[in-house]
Each structure stands twice: as structure tokens, then as C-alpha cells.
């Protein structure tokens, strides 16, 4: 767990980085990186229900582009929770799959929250919940394969044991 926070700041500003790297086209230049971002927004924008981060729009009836930026979205932080599951060192799978969950959950919501500031974006609540069931999604069939891979290894030590137990004519005494 004391992993978690240190995963979430480095892959936050790594994934604001990249951001800012695609707008500017890989320029570090101070003013180009200033004419991305909008002239007056709120940091608050969040606390105003009128904000366009609360707007809404159909992803059936958008055009191709948008459907594909949203299946982007849902790959993109179900893979980050992946690699966020595989690295952290907690032994426990089903905390270490709620806390890969998570982090990569709270990452997307800061890019959609830095995403506001954008001039040629927009940051959403609706791309958050994208963000969020791509990373549950993932961490759920992981742990879905993972059990299944399990029951598969129990299945084929109990059917050694027996066999063991027939050709040696010993009985197989399990520890109490």
C-alpha cells in the first residue's frame, strides 16, 4: 500500500507529460506550452454543474473518431491497471487488484481534470467513468483467469494425490 500513492504522482505526471508532449508536437518551448492551455478557467470548475465537464454526448450517435478516443480510454487504463497489478508487491490479490484499480481510476481522473485546462480538449465526467470501467474491467478479468488458473492447478494436484495414492497403495494423509 505504501507503494500506491508514490505509482499514482509518478504515472499522473508521466501520462500530463505525454499530454502536454502531443499537444506542443514534442516542443518544451514556455509559450508554445502556454497557448495550449485556456486563458480563464477555473481550477474549481468541478464544484460549477453548469461546466462543460458535466456535459454530456452520445458516443453511438458520435462519429467514428470519438468512438475510437472512448474504446482508447477504456484500453489505455485497463492496461495502466494491469501494469499497476503486476508491479505493486502487496501479497494479497484481491487488495492488490483494488488498489490497481484505483490508482489507475484516480490517474484518469487527473488527466480528465488537466484536460479542462486544454484548449483543444475537454476534460469530462463521462470520460472518467470510461476511465473507471476500463480499469475495474481489466482487474476483474484478471482476477476472474487467475481464479480459474487456480481451480485448474487444485484440480490437477488432487488428481496427482490419487494416483499417487493407487500406484503406491499408500494413502495420502493431509495435515490437519
Same mark, same amino acid.
Do not use: C
Given at each position: ?7 499514482? *504522482? =509518478?504515472?499522473? $505526471? ?5 499530454? /502536454?508532449?502531443?499537444? +506542443?508536437?514534442? #516542443?518544451?518551448?514556455?509559450? @508554445? ?50 501494469? *499497476? =497489478?503486476?508491479? $505493486? ?5 484481491? /487488495?492488490?487488484?483494488? +488498489?490497481?484499480? #484505483?490508482?489507475?481510476?484516480? @490517474? ?69
Amino acid at each position: 500500500m505504501r507503494f500506491a500513492f508514490p505509482v499514482i *504522482i =509518478f504515472l499522473s $505526471l508521466l501520462v500530463i507529460i505525454v499530454s /502536454i508532449g502531443k499537444e +506542443t508536437n514534442g #516542443s518544451m518551448d514556455t509559450n @508554445i506550452i502556454r497557448s495550449i492551455y485556456k486563458a480563464e478557467v477555473n481550477p474549481l470548475f468541478f464544484l460549477d454543474w453548469n461546466s462543460s465537464f458535466y456535459s454530456s454526448f452520445s458516443i453511438i450517435d458520435g462519429s467514428a473518431t470519438l468512438q475510437l478516443r472512448k474504446i482508447g480510454h477504456f484500453i489505455f487504463y485497463g492496461t495502466l491497471a494491469a501494469f *499497476i =497489478f503486476i508491479v $505493486l508487491p502487496i501479497h494479497n490479490i484481491w /487488495i492488490r487488484g483494488v +488498489t490497481a484499480a #484505483s490508482s489507475s481510476s484516480i @490517474i484518469g481522473a487527473i488527466d480528465e481534470y488537466h484536460q479542462y485546462f486544454l484548449s483543444d480538449r475537454s476534460g469530462r465526467l463521462f470520460d472518467i467513468y470510461i476511465n473507471i470501467a476500463g480499469s475495474f474491467f481489466t482487474i476483474f478479468t484478471i482476477l476472474v483467469l487467475y481464479g480459474l488458473l487456480l481451480m485448474k492447478q487444485r484440480i490437477k494436484y488432487k488428481y496427482e494425490m490419487k494416483y499417487d495414492e493407487k500406484q503406491t497403495g499408500r494413502e495420502w494423509i493431509s495435515a490437519p
